[in-house]
Each structure stands twice: as structure tokens, then as C-alpha cells.
């Protein structure tokens, strides 16, 4: 969720022969192409799949012990020689996939200069060891010598691996299959007391260049490597923003004249206690009034105006709400209107309950028949009550959909990398986006189930589930003139998505993380997962805040562009979709101070608002024009 930085969030096999070993597989058609996003982020291959273009042997000779077959680079010989990169890279995103034999041995290194008879006496080394006795110093994944891998995620031999390695100003990072396994910072007296306690003591220049090679390791065993890519960082840790263009618009603050009834900005002992709008919308009745609801359990109605006004208290739910600042994923999470409101009353909310540890509650609620602007919080109906293993990644987007069912957006359940494996358990509700029927009841619920949900009917499946693979949509959202539902899922270590979800799609949690390989399991033949049709790496940022598609009309250039920024980094983007083509056009800066979007509305007529927390009680955001048009690079 967009929280969690806050609280420190295709493998198909290539077939190939080295000495005696076959793999049995074929060749990946996806293999060694960069993204569309990947290339705006700064990416390139550094092997093209085909030839050696780039790569030469450590201090000169042959390079035929090396060979490209089925679009992975190939050490097939005996006396094949380490390999090294042309260039040389200061600072940088590194990622490939390797695959390798039984007790078969390699290494990747960095930094590496060719003042030594060999390169690991230069750059350090991240061990390839496929045997199953080696210790946590030097198994897969292990910075050799200097720092065990913390945890073993390494899949099996034969099977393609995906390491990444995050070596910037800020430090370093060794990611094996999406997992983080260490950081570290060369320089810092940890490091000097690791070198100085191993073998590369000796070497007086060992992991001291400013610039260096990548180096492939020939240790004597089968190996293969593939999807070799790497990004330059500049020296201030920044990479290219991936855009195509940039839409003159910038935020700016609206409501900011409104008093918050009932809120002070610190507590009776004096402590800061800011303002967190969690949920801007409207009720579709034809009032255009404005509903903000925070995430300690009250929902405010505010008048369409910049004028000076107090806010009327909608309802106050904080008695049954619980929130913690170091459990912030927690909370009153979401907020929707019944279609019918302005005839039956009733709205729909998602909170944590402070009467059950770790559980998740939605219920309905009535507006008052002589007031308009008052809920009664005595008409609650308890729907469905959700236990989570954890605090963290709760979703808590409710929407309703053109279908007139309510969708719920839930997360894997917590902590990290999905430990109970909720994204692919149908059997559990958790990792999935749900749709109910809240207009009816059945089989002792207080809902009903669609009689068309995809997994009605399935044996051991939760018939409530529309779709699944998630890790922790936040938020989920209709197109309100095509009906096309958005999510944007917020990434374990590397990678942030965004998903058009359609009726029974698996989106990959936990085999992936956006496109790429997650974990120690490979994704089965038979199980099909839906791409995510945009990405972004966390070096252009963490944690990825979903907004809508804008429908509104004070901006025509924005109209049909999908709204979504990043927590941690602040940026906002709008993003363009040909549904046609089923691709993404365009993805435009909305240039902006860092602002820490927690999230997005709209109001009745479909003009875009975010939110952040805010000590001061202004929080709420609209944008304005800078210029006429479009700015495309």
C-alpha cells in the first residue's frame, strides 16, 4: 500500500547445451526486449539475444568458449574465461536471469577493473553456487566472502533465476527473484571490517574503482545468462522519468478555507495528530456535495466552494475504528455511494475494527431521513467481516460497478513477499478483488453472490472472488464512460503495476512481480497470468497510489487519461490507453513538488482531487492549467 515505505513495500525456459547438459525447453520470444517503460526509465540490453556485441574476455583473448544459442549467452567450454563488459559503469540498476547445473558454480561482478589477474580481485563478486551444502556465505545470492545471503532464493538448477543488483550513491542492494537479500554501502566502516576479515584484504584496490566492468564468471561449470539490462544512476541518484510528455497542468490546493468540525491538530497531551483524508467522492445524488472521509472513521460533507466554510460531520465511526501510526494500513479505508442513494439512503464502508484484532469490516449505513447531511451511526449492518494475518496490505478500495454489484479491492494479507500464499489460494478471499451483491442476501450471508462471478461453483474456490494475483491494489476504479476497471498494486521490492482487471484474472502474485519472476517458484505451464499493461522499477519509485480515469471537463487534454502518482517519490503521472489496441500510448508528467499522494477523488462531475496527510487540515489538491496543450518529448 502506499503507506509501507513509510513504516521502515513469464518464465518460460530457453533450451541450450553446455558440454554434456541439455535444458528441455524452448526459447523465451520475450526474451532480451526492454519494455516500453524500462526504456523510458533508462534501460538497455547489454546483450541483444544474438550476437556478442559488447562483451569481450578479461584482459583480452578468445571469446569462443562463449556462445549465443537460444537467446542466452552460453559458457560452453573449458578455458572459456571470465567475460566483461565493454563499457565501464559507475553508478547503476543491473538486472539478468541466469540458469545453471547441479552444483554447477559461477558469479556475477561489478566494479571490476583489470589491474589483477583476476576480477573478483577488483569488483565484488554475487555467487551462482547450485549446490544445496553451501553455507549462506557463498550459496546463491551471497556477496562472496563478505555478506551471507539472509535468505535462500535460489530456484532449482535448470530453472531461469532473475538477480538484480541497486548500486547507487544511497548504497547497494542484491535482490535475488524479486527478494531482497542484503544491503550494503562500500566505504562505511561495516564494509572495511568485512574486507579486512576476508581474502580480499590483500588486494589494496579491491572495490575501490570509481568506474568498472560487469563481469561474467567461468568457474568451470555449465551456465547460462539472458535479459542481461542495465541502467546508468547519475551522481545525485536520480534516473530518466518515464514518460513520453508533459501535460502543463500543476496542483494546487483547493478547500484549503474549510474548517474540520470536531478535528483539533494535536491531542489533549499536546501531540501532532494531522489530518489523513483517505477518500474523496460524492453520492451521485445531484447535490455535488464533496464527502472526505479520514482514516481515523469520520466523514466529513463539504459544499462545492473555495468560500470560507466549517465542514458537517456525515458520520463518526472512530468509537469502531481503530488506527495506529505504526500500523498504518490500517484504518477507515474506503467509501462508497449505493447507486440508488438518493432513493434508498444507504453507503457502503471499509474500516479495521478496533473490537477484533487485524480484521477488516464492510457495512452499510443510512443517511438520516430529516437531515441530508447526518448518517446515523446506529444503521450499521455489518456485511462481511474479513480477518487479516497482519496489519499491513489491507487494499480497502469499495466501489460499485456499472453492473450495480459492489467490488472490493483486498491485499495478500501482509507482511512480505506473501508468506501464506493468499494471491494464488482461491480458497481464501484475501489477494483478490471481490464482487458481491448487496442489494440481495443468500446461504445465511448478508450478500448475495453474482450468479455469473467466475468461480462459482469451482470446488474449494470463494465464489465472492472476481479476480486475483494481487499483492495490495490501492486503489481500484471505473471508467465511468467505458466501464473498464483500473488497479494499481502496490510491489513487493522492485516493481509497481498497474492492471485492467477483467472477470476471473490470475495477475501473478506471487510468481510475479509486475512482469518479472517472483520468488523461489516458477510460474506452472498451466496456470495463464494477465500482464500488467504499465510499470515502474523503485528507483523511479515505491509505492505506487492509484487514482481514475478522468472524465471531467476543465481539462480536455487530460480527458480520458488514467491519474496514478508514487508515495515515495511524489511524481504524478497521467497515463494514456488505447483500449482498442489494448496498449498503452502515452504516459504524461503532471509536473509537481514531491507531494505524498495517499490518494484520489472525484467529484459529481468527474473534476480530479488528491489527497496527503496534513498537519495543518489542507490536504486536498486539484490541478490548474500552466499553458494550452501538450508538451510531448
Not at 547507487?168 to 550494503?184: C, H, K, M, S, T
Not at 468509537?319 to 434508498?344: C, M, S, T, W
Not at 506471487?510 to 494477465?530: A, Q, T
Not at 528507483?539 to 497510489?545: A, C, Q
Amino acid at each position: 500500500m502506499w503507506m509501507q515505505p513509510v513504516m521502515i513495500r513469464s518464465v518460460l525456459v530457453v533450451a541450450f547445451v553446455v558440454g554434456m547438459t541439455c535444458f528441455e525447453c524452448r526459447a523465451d520470444e520475450k526474451a532480451n526486449r526492454l519494455t516500453r517503460p524500462e526504456k523510458l526509465a533508462g534501460w538497455k540490453l547489454l546483450f541483444d539475444g544474438r550476437t556478442k556485441h559488447g562483451w569481450r574476455r578479461y584482459k583480452g583473448g578468445s571469446t569462443d568458449g562463449w556462445k549465443v544459442e537460444d537467446g542466452a549467452l552460453v559458457r560452453a567450454a573449458r578455458g572459456a574465461g571470465d567475460l566483461i563488459t565493454e563499457e565501464e559503469f559507475q553508478y547503476f540498476d543491473l538486472a539478468l536471469q541466469f540458469r545453471i547445473v547441479p552444483r554447477g558454480n559461477s558469479g556475477v561482478m561489478f566494479g571490476v577493473t583489470e589491474e589483477y589477474v583476476y576480477p573478483w580481485q577488483s569488483g565484488p563478486e554475487i555467487q551462482i553456487y547450485a549446490d544445496p551444502k553451501a553455507d549462506a556465505k557463498h550459496c546463491t545470492g551471497a556477496l562472496y566472502d563478505l555478506i551471507p545471503a539472509r535468505i535462500r532464493a535460489a530456484r532449482p538448477p535448470g530453472e531461469w533465476n532473475e538477480l538484480q543488483v541497486h548500486y547507487g550513491p544511497d548504497g547497494a542492494e542484491v535482490q535475488l527473484n524479486g527478494i531482497r537479500l542484503y544491503r550494503f554501502n562500500i566505504g562505511s566502516p561495516d564494509w572495511k571490517r568485512r574486507v579486512a576479515s576476508s581474502k580480499f584484504a590483500r588486494y589494496a584496490h579491491f572495490a575501490t574503482a570509481k568506474r568498472g566492468h560487469i563481469c561474467l564468471q567461468d568457474h568451470g561449470s555449465e551456465v547460462a545468462f539472458r535479459n542481461i539490462r542495465i541502467r546508468p544512476i547519475a551522481s545525485d541518484g536520480s534516473v530518466p522519468n518515464p514518460v513520453t510528455g508533459r501535460l502543463a497542468l500543476r496542483p494546487v490546493r483547493t478547500f484549503d478555507k474549510v474548517r474540520w468540525a470536531e478535528w483539533e491538530p494535536a491531542d489533549e497531551e499536546g501531540r501532532i495528530r494531522p489530518l489523513r483524508p483517505i477518500v474523496l467522492t460524492h453520492a451521485g445524488d445531484g447535490s455535488n456535495r464533496v464527502f472526505v472521509a479520514t482514516q481515523r472513521g469520520v466523514i466529513h460533507v463539504l459544499r462545492r466552494t473555495q468560500e470560507p466554510q466549517t465542514s458537517k460531520v456525515f458520520l463518526d465511526i472512530s468509537d469502531r475504528v481503530i488506527y495506529k501510526d505504526r500500523e498504518n494500513e490500517e484504518g477507515f479505508l474506503g467509501l462508497a455511494f449505493h447507486p440508488k442513494y438518493a432513493q434508498n439512503g444507504k453507503f457502503y464502508v471499509y474500516y479495521t475494527t478496533r473490537h477484533a484484532p487485524h480484521t477488516s469490516v464492510i457495512s452499510s449505513f443510512r443517511v438520516s431521513k430529516e437531515d441530508p447531511d447526518r448518517a446515523l451511526p446506529e444503521s450499521e449492518v455489518e456485511i462481511l467481516r474479513i480477518k487479516q494475518p497482519y496489519w499491513n496490505h489491507n487494499g480497502g478500495t469499495i466501489v460499485f460497478g456499472p453492473d450495480g454489484y459492489l467490488y472490493i479491492g483486498l491485499g495478500d494479507g501482509g507482511a512480505a513477499n506473501d508468506p501464506h500464499g493468499n494471491g494464488q489460494n482461491l480458497g481464501t478471499l484475501l489477494g483478490s478483488i471481490l464482487r458481491i451483491d448487496v442489494d440481495h442476501t443468500s446461504d445465511g450471508r448478508k450478500y448475495a453472490i453474482p450468479h455469473d462471478n467466475p468461480f462459482v461453483g469451482r470446488h474449494g474456490a470463494r465464489p465472492e472472488i472476481f479476480a486475483h494475483g494481487v499483492r495490495n491494489v490501492w486503489r481500484i476504479a471505473f471508467d465511468r464512460e467505458t466501464g473498464t476497471l483500473w488497479a494499481a498494486d502496490v510491489g513487493q521490492n522492485t516493481w509497481e503495476e498497474i492492471d485492467i482487471i477483467t472477470k476471473g484474472g490470475n495477475y501473478g502474485w506471487n510468481y510475479r512481480e509486475g512482469l518479472h519472476p517472483f520468488g523461489i517458484k516458477s510460474l506452472p505451464r498451466d496456470v495463464k497470468v494477465i500482464d500488467p499493461i504499465w510499470e515502474y522499477d523503485h528507483t523511479v519509485g515505491k509505492s505506487i497510489t492509484g487514482g481514475f480515469v478522468y472524465r471531467g471537463k476543465r481539462f480536455p487534454e487530460l480527458r480520458g487519461m488514467y491519474l496514478y502518482a508514487d508515495y515515495v517519490s511524489g511524481r504524478i503521472w497521467a497515463l494514456k490507453y488505447d483500449q482498442a489496441a489494448k496498449k498503452v500510448v502515452g504516459n504524461y508528467e503532471i509536473p509537481s513538488p514531491s507531494y505524498p499522494v495517499i490518494s484520489f477523488g472525484e467529484d459529481e462531475s468527474g473534476e480530479a482531487y488528491f489527497l496527503v496527510v496534513s498537519p495543518t487540515g489542507k490536504g486536498i489538491y486539484t490541478f490548474e492549467r500552466t499553458a494550452a496543450g501538450v508538451t510531448t518529448d
